[in-house]
DNA sequence: GTCTATATACAGATAGAC
DNA sequence: GTCTATCTGTATATAGAC
């Protein structure tokens, strides 16, 4: 590769990097092409040499974030099976629920456009459609089965997918490190409550580590609110 | 009240009305100024003569929404129950459905709006702890009464209106009077087939009636996949 | 209060020098 | 390819006549 070119291919990951931060401390909708240039320390007019819009870009990151999914699952062979047993659910959310911590700035922004165009455009729809393929899939394995699911499979799926992506919006904090550890880091003297409470809107700070949503929803979605047979 | 007043209110009212049929066509941040005022007959500048800017236009709707609710609900006493008995999801959830069919317009709008605030502002996180905090105080009865829950009953609250809002965003027609009905109305020769292919996305419509969201939501949330007890 | 006409602001996109 | 400087489109908001 030429150098030019190499130039050219630095240029373009530093402005897609500089999008994702600005992605997920601004938003998308709120993140300007001049927010994102800026943040790479490039001029405003260098954007359009590598992308035409700021969708194009979108398209761009959602194509390296299928890359790189299609790498890391190379080889694993997913049979199907009976996501209703024990850990098999906890264990399909953690994943999912990973995956959207990985890929925050892309999730959050393709949530963002597809509110953009309106209810009645259907892209929001389209969405939950597309990110819940292969949760259908896997609950029309369990019907044909004969399995009784609570109702249609791609109706479920997206019920599903729906809390999934919006709970990862409104909890996953755009700091990449924090929500891992189940507490404050040993040897603080006197950190932070749990929750903090805003001084703006009195209202406390949502602060759930990561732990606590996969389980908890992996019980909601697993037994409802019932609870699991044989509980008093 | 004097007739100019009156004509005054007249216009006020007509804006409300057009703005949430605009919302409900385009989406709340696809309308302009200039989209409502040219649907109510009026000229640009009254807008501005009644609201500030188009999300105090949105508060006035949401408060309208809140002033007639506090209407229907006067009286009815709403005293603690056990929401995981037999049919209570099922009513409540119906209730709440029925409560965003019936204000789309608002619904949708302030789910757009608080998404364009960005994820890092908690301004979703603010709206789902509000609009769950009944059902949140029912789950803390629940595990006041020494029931075992799937979670924190903020976080399971905030889920389930996760769930509820997103799909209703997502599904719920534009046209008030589509989706009530259980099938095509009887005497129509050749209707068009419960879920019409989209000519452009190739992805089927989707156009589930009202009951069978309802029902199908109610029982996963209850229940889960695996079913009530006792289920094969 | 309502209208027409206009001002303000700014994001998106381009032109041309280097 | 990258930069600086600029143009265009458009939504919001205001001014002033009626």
């Given amino acids: 590769m030429g150098v030019r070119k190499a130039r050219a291919a630095q240029t373009e990951s530093a402005l897609k990097e500089a999008a994702r931060r600005q992605f997920a401390e ?76 990985d890929n925050r700035p892309v999730m959050t922004a393709l949530l963002e456009a597809a509110m953009t165009a309106g209810p009645a455009s259907g892209a929001l729809w389209d969405r939950l459609a597309q990110d819940t393929g292969v949760l259908r899939e896997h609950l029309e394995y369990l019907r044909d089965q004969g399995r009784p699911l ?40 006197a950190g932070p409550p749990g929750r903090a409470i805003d001084p703006q809107t009195g209202l406390p700070e949502p602060r759930y580590p990561d732990a606590e949503i996969v389980d908890s929803l992996a019980r909601l979605l697993l037994h409802g609110l019932a609870g699991p047979a044989g509980t008093p």
């Fill in 26 to 101: 601004r938003g998308y909708l709120n993140t300007k092409i001049t927010d994102i240039t800026a943040a790479a320390g490039r001029a405003t007019g260098s954007f359009y040499e590598h992308f035409s819009s700021k969708d194009d870009l979108l398209q761009a990151l959602l194509a390296d974030m299928h890359g790189q999914a299609r790498e890391e699952l190379a080889g694993d062979a997913h049979p199907p099976h009976d996501l209703a047993a024990p850990g098999q659910l906890r264990d399909h959310l953690a994943v999912a629920w990973q995956v959207m911590r």
């Fill in 150 to 189: 609570p109702g249609d499979p791609a109706l479920i799926a997206a019920a599903m997918g729906a809390m999934l992506s919006m709970l990862a919006y409104a909890l996953l904090p755009a700091d990449p490190e924090a929500g891992h550890a189940a507490g404050p880091p040993a040897g603080t003297a």
